[in-house]
Structures are given as structure tokens and as C-alpha cells.
């Protein structure tokens, strides 16, 4: 009898602790679900916060391009259109119509500078169209930009494309991308005094790759002086940042530069 | 040695002094019928926020339960000086609310047809335990073992889901579903192996066994209709999109 009264005891026993363990196991259910989602709500706030950077870098992105492009026209509008056109008025204005033939060489002048300022103005018309060339691929808006380097005289620009641009493109990463060399051409144009650039864009299974080559003067990586320090090389290795790229700056004084980005693609 | 030599008036004063501790005891063993009417008055008083959902059924369920309960405490129910019958019956309304409101819970579709059916497996075999294996005067626990595992089966399910399949930012202490779930689970795992030892225990008139049923009807009670008053109470600064 005391021998079964022990045994219902030691049962009673094991309920508890039995009953005790299968609590704990649902605290330990319960806590890790309201952990785990309190990881996940900060890890989706910490997503939207990314992306909402990303945008603003975009929209900015697009916005400095857009500036550049009216700058680049304000300019040429000024320096060139404007230059052909007074003299094109000018031209005009001197014509003697008592003496013929030195009239008609005038007026044929007069014609002549009309024609290169329509051409201008329609090489004008281009640039204005290039931010829409993005739209049909980074391979064409690289090439307009180049064209309208060359277009100086000032610069050989070399092109190179290696390897298949991919079937579906990524227009963020493709405007990112045309920004960038945009900055690239602005330091030639401003610091490097090149007069040739050599431009690989090589698209491969990981991504693409855009190489810009000049022969100009080169500078300290690490060391440049105080009044060339800008924004200019901070804003591209930031931009190839934020979409998750890579960039390698080779220079030295008198040996030229070359600039390497990689952006994973698409 | 001092003997104590009993009067009518030591009597008298002993039994004063024990009945407000007798009267103590007999409100703690009835505790959760403090609970569920809680939970039944917190769903009459959100009713208005909650009749646009499915939680609305929960109003005529707890005033179910809340008259099976004090039925089993005033013996309206007792049979044969047994009122397992009864019991039996609830917990089988009590499966079936429970399962198809968690069920509805679920997004998986597949799952949802799986538990479909052991639902309804489960109600059968119900069944066959009280007409032919443990009987209808008996307390049928191998039928309540069942459905407390398909229901904890059901409220992990229910957590897989939430931890996985939610795209937005999510409280999931303002989640009407999360208390309820976590409710019922703890309720099921206390109850367990109770239940499980039930039909060895029972019947010897052991009487730290009944004092330890108390104890987790207590206990298990207190957590679910807790948790459901919780899981009401939130419908104050709830937005439909995830309930």
C-alpha cells in the first residue's frame, strides 16, 4: 500500500515537472517568434531607409545630369552658336550692294556661317535627346557623350565594347553609370590635360566593367593638392557604392590616369 | 504534555477561525471562472469594435463556457454523480470552435487542407472513443489528447507563419491572433500531461491528484482567458490588414 501511495507520488511528481518543462518550452516558442520578428521589423526599417537613400541618389543623379547637359549647352550656346551668329550678322551688315561681287562673297560667307550654326543648333538638339539615349542603353549614351567630346577637337576618344550587354537592362544602375563617366570627363576636361582617352565598357557574367584610360598629367592618389580636392572623385566612388560597385583609381603625376569601375549587372 | 480537551466552545472558536481560509480556498479553486467571465465582459464590451470579424463568435462561446462552468460548480449537470458527460461534450464544441477559427488564421492553403481533415478525423474518432472505448460517462481523454495536439500543431503553424510569410513591419503584440494562439497553446501544453495521466490517477482518489488538477485548471485557465482578454483589447488600435 506505502509502495503504491510512492509510486502515484513519484507520478504526481513527473506531471509537474513534466508540466512544468512543456511551459518553458511555450516561453521559449512564444519568445523567440517576438524576437525574431522584432529583428525582422528592424532589418525591413533599416531596408526602407536604403532604398529610400537610393532614390534621393538617384533623383540627384539625374538632376546633375540634367544640369550638365544645359551648363554644356549654356556654353556652347555662348561660345560657339552665339560667336557664329554675330559674325553671321556682322558679315551682313558690311555688305555693299554697289560692289557685286564683293557682295555676293559676303552674303555666300554669310550663308556659310548661317549653315554651321544650323548644324550646331542640331548638334545642340542631340544633347538635349542624350538623357533619353539611357533609355536605349548605356552603350549609345556613352557613345553620344564621346561624340560630343571628340566633337572639340581637343580629344581622340577610343571606344571599346567587350562581351554581350545582357538581355534585360537596369536603367537605375545604367543612369549611375553615365553619371559617373560624366565626372570622369569633367576632371579630364578640367585637371588632366589629355588630348587621348581610351574607354572599355565590358560586360561580363558578373556585371560591367567601364575603364576610362587618359594620358594626361596623373596626380598623387592619396595626396592631391588643396585646390583640386572636390567632390568629384568622392561622388563617384560614392555612387558606385551605393549600388553595390567597385572602383580602383591608378594614377601618378606625369603618368596619366586610369579609372576602373565595377558594378555588379544587371 | 499538555492534552487539549475539545469543548463545544473550542470547537466553536476553531471552526471561526478556520472558515474565512475554508471560504479562501473555495475562491482560488473557482479562480477561472473569474477569468472567463472577464474575458466574456471584455468581448461584450468591444463588441461594437470587433462585429466586422470573425471575433464576434467569440461572445456566444464564452457565454457557453461561462454556463458550463458554473454548472459544474452548482452540480446542474451531475449524472450518476459524475459530470464527465458534459465535459466530454464541451471539449468537443470547445475543439471544434477553436480549430476552425485558428484554421482561418492560417495562410498555407495546403496545411489548411490538411488540418481540414484531421479535424474531421479527429471529431470522428471523437466519437468512436465515447460510444465504444472509454464511453460517454467516462472522461474521454485520449480524445482530448488528440485535439490538444492538433491544436498546438495548429498554433505552431500559426507562428512558422507570422515569422516567415509577413512582407511589412509587424507588432505582434497588437496582433489579435498572436494572443490567442499563444493563449491556447500554453493552455494545451499545461493540461497535457495531465490529461495524459488521467485515466490512472483519477479513479484512486489520490488526493494530491485533485489538488494538482486545481492547480493547472487554474493555472491553464487563467493564461488562456487572460491571453483573450489581451487579444480583445486590441481591437482598439487595430488596421485590418493582418488580423
Known sequence: MFYMFQQDQQFISLIIAGTIMLLLLGVFIVSFLFFYQRKHNNHLLEKEILESQFQQILLQTQMEIREQTMQTIGADLHDNIGQLLSLTSLTLNSVKLEDAEKAQHK?????????????????????????????????????????????????????????????????????????????????????SKAKEISIKLAYDEQGV?????????????????????????????KRAEIVGGEIFIQSQPGEGTCIDIFIPYP | MEVQVWTTANYAHQIQLAEPLINFYRMLVYLYLV???????????????????????????????????????????????SNHWVSNITMIISFIFYSIFLLQLLQTDSIRKWIKRAII??????????????????????????????????????????????????????????????????????QFLFFSAFAYMAYKNNYEYHLLFSVISNVSNAILYSCLIVCFICFNKISNSYL
Open chain 2, 35 to 81: 477569468f472567463e467571465s472577464g474575458a466574456l465582459l471584455t468581448a461584450l464590451f468591444q463588441y461594437s469594435k470587433m462585429k466586422r470579424t470573425s471575433y464576434r463568435y467569440f461572445v456566444p462561446y464564452l457565454l457557453f463556457i461561462v454556463i458550463y462552468e458554473m454548472g459544474t460548480i452548482y452540480n446542474w449537470f451531475s449524472v450518476r454523480h
Open chain 2, 121 to 190: 478525423l479527429s471529431i470522428f474518432c471523437s466519437l468512436i472513443n465515447m460510444i465504444f472505448i472509454q464511453g460517454f460517462w467516462k472522461l474521454d481523454t485520449i480524445t482530448i489528447l488528440l485535439q490538444f495536439g492538433i491544436i498546438i500543431y495548429i498554433t505552431c503553424i500559426y507562428f512558422y507563419e507570422l515569422m516567415n510569410y509577413s512582407t511589412q513591419t509587424l507588432l505582434v503584440v497588437r496582433l489579435p491572433g498572436f494572443w490567442l494562439n499563444t493563449g491556447l497553446l500554453f493552455f494545451c501544453l499545461a
Open chain 1, 107 to 191: 552674303i555666300d560667307t554669310a550663308l556659310d556661317l548661317t549653315m554651321r550654326s544650323i548644324k550646331e543648333m542640331r548638334l545642340l538638339g542631340k544633347l538635349l535627346q542624350g538623357e533619353q539615349l539611357i533609355g536605349l542603353g548605356l552603350c549609345e549614351a556613352i557613345r553620344h557623350e564621346i561624340n560630343w567630346m571628340e566633337k572639340s577637337g581637343q580629344y581622340m576618344v577610343n571606344y571599346d565594347i567587350e562581351g554581350e550587354q545582357p538581355a534585360q537592362n537596369n536603367p537605375d544602375k545604367d543612369l549611375i553609370l553615365f553619371r559617373i563617366l560624366q565626372e570622369v570627363f569633367n576632371n579630364i576636361i578640367k585637371h
Open chain 1, 209 to 237: 566593367r567601364l575603364q576610362v584610360i587618359d594620358n594626361g598629367t596623373g596626380f598623387e592618389v592619396n595626396n592631391l593638392p588643396d585646390d583640386q580636392k572636390g567632390m568629384g572623385l568622392l561622388n563617384i566612388q
